[in-house]
C-alpha cells in the first residue's frame, strides 16, 4: 500500500513538473513553438489562408515613368520588405545550358533563323535585361522587350501599340528594372494578394476568357506562352481566343489561316534558305502545356513555384524566389496531399529522361529530314508542287517537335502533350521522307 502511494505521488509529481515545463517553455518560447504547430511535419505546410495580408497605400513612384519599383516597396517593409528580398533572390538562378552544343542537329533545323547561331536556356528573373540586352540574336524593334521588363508593358499602356516598332537601343535606354512588382501586380502590388493582369495583349487574345484561368496562372502566363509579332503593327499577341485554342493543333490551323498583309495565307516566322520552308519557332508554351495537362483545375503556377514561407517575425507571404518544386523542401512537402509517399524527385526525372529522350530521337529524325529536303530542294528534280507538299509537312513536323522541345518542363508540366506532339512529328517525317523516296 505505501510502496503503491509513494508511486502514485511520484507519478503525479512526474506529470505536474512536465505541464509546469510545457506553460513556462509555451512563455518563454512562445514564437518557436507556434511555428512548430504551423510547421508541415505537424499539420501540413502553410496555406494562403494562413497569409495576413497587409493593407497599405503604394508608395511614391521613384522611376522616370512611373512604375512603383521593388525598391520603392522594399521600403514600406513588412510582407512587401520579405517579397521584395526574395524576389531578389531569383539572381540566384544562373544556370545556363546552352543548347545548341547539347542538341546539336538544332542548328540545322533552325538554320537560317537566329535560334541557330544562338540559344541558351533560361535562368533567373534579375537577369532578363542584361540577358536581351547581350544576345547575338538581332532585335528588329523594340517589341523583344515585352517579357524581359515592366518598364515596357507601362510604356505599351501610357502609349499604346505604336511602341512595339520604336527603335530597340532607344527604348532599351530607358528600361530600369527586369520583370517586377508592376509585370503581376501594376502599382497596387498586391496589398490583398490581388493579381492586376498588365500585358495589355493577353486581355486583347482572351478576352472574358481571361477570366477563366486562375490569376496566379495568368500572371505568368503574360510571358511564359506561345507568343507572335503581328504582321502589321507587331504587336505581341498569343495565337488563340480560349483555353481550348491552346493546342498545337489548334495553334498550328490559327498560323496556317492567318492573311498577311500581302494577301497571301499562312503565319511564318522565317523562310528558310535551304529547304525553302515557311517555319515557325515556338516560343515557350508553359502556360498551354499546363493548362491543357492533369493538375490544370487542381493547381495555379505558384503553388509548385511559389513556397508559402514565414519569416522570423512571423510573417506569412508567397516567397516570391521562383524555384523548381524539385528543389524546395516546402514545395515537396504539398505534393504528398495527392501523391502521397512517392518520391517525387525521382519520379519527375524519370518521365522527364523519358520525354528528352524521345526528343533527341525525333530531333535526329528531324534533322535527315531537313537534309533530305535541302538535297531534293537542290537537285531540282521535283516539281515545285510536290515540293511544296514536302515543305508543309516539314513545316507541321518541326513546329510539333519545337513546341514539345521548347517547353522548360520537359515533359513534367503534361507528358501526355509532349509524347502525343513528338509522335506527330515522327509521323509528319516520315510522310515527308516518303515522298522524297526515302
Ligand atoms: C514579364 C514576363 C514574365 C513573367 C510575368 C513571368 N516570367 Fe518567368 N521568365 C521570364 C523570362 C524572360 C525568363 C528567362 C530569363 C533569362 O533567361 O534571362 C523567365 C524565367 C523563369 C524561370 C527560370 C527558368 C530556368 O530555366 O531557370 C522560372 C522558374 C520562371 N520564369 C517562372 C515564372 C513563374 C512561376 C511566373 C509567374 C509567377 C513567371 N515566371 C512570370 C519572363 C516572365
Ligand atoms: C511574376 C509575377 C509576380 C511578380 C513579379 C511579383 N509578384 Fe507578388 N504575387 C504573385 C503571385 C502569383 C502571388 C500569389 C497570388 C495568390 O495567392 O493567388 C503574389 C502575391 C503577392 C502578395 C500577397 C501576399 C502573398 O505573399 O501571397 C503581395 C503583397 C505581393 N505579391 C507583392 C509583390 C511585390 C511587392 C512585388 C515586387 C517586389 C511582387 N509581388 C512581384 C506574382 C508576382
Ligand atoms: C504540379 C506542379 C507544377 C505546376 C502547377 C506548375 N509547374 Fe512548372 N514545373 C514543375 C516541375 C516538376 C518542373 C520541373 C522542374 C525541374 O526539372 O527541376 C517545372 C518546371 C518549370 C519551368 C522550368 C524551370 C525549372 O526550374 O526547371 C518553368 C519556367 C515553369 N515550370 C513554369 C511554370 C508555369 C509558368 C506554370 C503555370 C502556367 C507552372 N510552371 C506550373 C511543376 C509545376
Ligand atoms: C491537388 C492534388 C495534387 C497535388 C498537390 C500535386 N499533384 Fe501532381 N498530379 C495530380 C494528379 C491527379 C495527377 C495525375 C495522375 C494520373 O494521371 O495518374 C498528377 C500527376 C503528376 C505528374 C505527371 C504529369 C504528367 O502529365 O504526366 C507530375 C510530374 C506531378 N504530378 C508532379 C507533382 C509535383 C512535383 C507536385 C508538388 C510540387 C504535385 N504534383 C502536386 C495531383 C496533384
Redesign the pocket.
Known amino acids: 500500500m505505501e510502496k503503491r502511494n509513494q508511486a502514485a505521488k511520484l507519478i503525479i509529481g512526474a506529470i505536474v513538473a512536465i505541464l509546469a515545463l510545457l506553460f513556462i517553455g509555451g512563455i518563454v518560447f512562445a514564437k518557436p513553438m507556434m511555428y512548430h504547430l504551423k510547421n508541415r511535419d505537424q499539420i501540413g505546410p502553410l496555406t494562403r489562408d494562413d497569409i495576413v495580408y497587409q493593407e497599405v497605400e503604394a508608395p511614391a513612384a521613384s522611376s522616370e515613368d512611373g512604375t512603383v519599383n521593388a525598391a520603392d516597396w522594399k521600403n514600406v517593409g513588412g510582407m512587401f520588405k520579405e517579397i521584395a528580398v526574395t524576389m531578389g533572390d531569383n539572381d540566384k ?1 544562373t544556370y545556363i545550358v546552352d543548347y545548341l552544343e547539347q542538341d546539336p542537329y538544332l542548328v540545322n533545323i533552325y538554320e537560317g533563323f537566329g535560334f541557330a547561331k544562338e540559344y541558351g536556356s ?1 535562368r533567373g528573373h534579375e537577369y532578363t535585361l542584361e540577358d536581351v540586352a547581350k544576345t547575338q540574336r538581332p532585335h528588329a524593334n523594340a517589341n523583344c522587350l515585352t517579357c524581359k521588363t515592366p518598364n515596357f508593358a507601362k510604356l505599351v499602356n501610357d502609349q499604346g501599340v505604336g511602341v512595339y516598332t520604336m527603335s530597340f537601343d532607344e527604348v532599351m535606354a530607358n528600361m530600369e528594372e527586369s520583370v517586377s512588382c508592376y509585370s503581376c501586380h501594376g502599382n497596387s502590388a498586391g496589398n490583398r494578394g490581388e493579381i492586376e493582369i498588365t500585358h495589355s495583349y493577353v486581355l486583347k487574345a482572351l478576352g472574358s476568357e481571361a477570366s477563366a484561368i486562375d490569376p496566379a ?1 495568368l500572371s ?2 503574360q ?2 506562352i506561345e507568343y507572335y509579332f503581328t504582321p502589321d503593327d507587331k504587336e505581341t499577341m498569343m495565337p488563340y481566343h480560349s483555353v481550348e485554342g491552346m493546342t498545337p493543333e489548334a495553334i498550328l490551323a490559327y498560323y496556317d489561316s492567318m492573311v498577311l498583309p500581302d494577301g497571301t495565307t499562312g503565319f511564318a516566322d522565317w523562310t528558310q534558305e535551304s529547304t525553302g520552308a515557311r517555319l515557325l519557332k515556338a516560343q ?1 508554351p ?2 498551354e ?3 491543357t495537362g492533369k ?1 490544370a483545375q ?8 511559389m513556397p508559402i514561407e514565414q519569416s522570423e517575425d512571423g510573417t506569412i507571404y508567397h516567397s516570391h524566389t ?6 524546395d523542401e516546402t ?1 515537396l512537402s504539398t ?1 504528398v496531399q495527392c501523391h502521397g509517399d512517392t518520391d ?1 524527385v525521382e519520379f ?2 524519370r518521365l ?1 529522361e523519358r520525354v528528352t529522350d524521345r526528343e533527341t530521337a525525333t530531333g535526329n529524325r528531324l534533322s535527315a529530314f531537313n537534309d533530305a529536303l535541302t538535297e531534293a530542294v537542290a537537285a531540282g528534280k521535283m516539281s515545285e508542287e510536290d515540293l511544296n507538299a514536302v515543305r508543309k509537312l516539314y513545316r507541321d513536323a518541326q513546329w510539333y517537335f519545337d513546341f514539345c522541345y521548347v517547353e ?3 515533359g ?2 503534361n507528358s501526355d502533350l509532349a509524347f502525343r506532339c513528338l509522335d506527330t512529328s515522327d509521323a509528319l517525317i516520315e510522310q515527308g521522307m516518303a515522298l522524297l523516296g526515302n
Open positions: 538562378n533560361a496562372t505568368c502566363g510571358c511564359h515557350h508553359e502556360m502545356t499546363y493548362l493538375h487542381l493547381l495555379n503556377c505558384a503553388d509548385c513555384h521562383l524555384v523548381s518544386p524539385l528543389a514545395l505534393c517525387m519527375v526525372h522527364q522548360n518542363a520537359e513534367a508540366h
